[in-house]
């Protein structure tokens, strides 16, 4: 008989649904306290996941999601980053 693997869930910031971990963007909060868009998903550090969708980024960004999440103020220019390639990632 064949085990079936675990497929590890986590939490969207915006819409709070619970989905595969390889559907969603990972931001972390390395332990030198910079703040990163994951796209391994496996560096070191307090991770917050995202959907891949705009609707789902602006709900986040505008209850301040990301901060509570990670516990650390988040910069603008992480936040315009991660904007700027979910649009391109939507257009395409």
């Known amino acids: 008989m064949v085990k079936q693997k675990k497929i590890p869930m986590r939490m969207c910031l ?3 649904e619970m989905k595969p971990k390889k559907e969603l ?4 909060r390395t332990p030198e306290g910079e703040v990163l868009i994951d796209k391994t998903g496996k ?8 959907c891949p ?3 789902c980024f ?5 209850g301040k999601k990301f901060e509570k999440a990670l516990n650390h103020p ?4 992480i936040i315009e980053k991660l904007q700027q390639e979910l649009t ?3 257009q395409s």
């Open 14 to 16: 915006g819409c709070q």
């Open 25 to 28: 963007i990972r931001v972390v």
């Open 43 to 50: 560096k070191a550090g307090r991770g917050a996941y995202i």
């Open 53 to 55: 969708s705009l609707s």
């Open 58 to 62: 602006e709900k986040a960004k505008k």
């Open 74 to 77: 988040v910069s603008p220019e």
């Open 88 to 90: 391109e990632s939507e």
